[in-house]
């Protein structure tokens, strides 16, 4: 999730298309978001490790 974000965000960038910066930055957020909650030992959804 956090390389398809980064993925949008360069596009949108590059391109001038705010929607896929918009929706890049969101994933990138969740992403991170996910990945320190899996990290420190949480279950994200059902798993005990988030990748």
Known sequence: ???VGLILLLI???TGVSFLWTL???LLVVGAALWIL???GHA???RRHYW
């Open 1 to 3: 999730m956090i390389a």
């Open 12 to 14: 949108g960038f590059l």
């Open 24 to 26: 890049g930055v969101i």
């Open 38 to 40: 899996g990290s420190v």
């Open 44 to 46: 994200v959804g059902g």
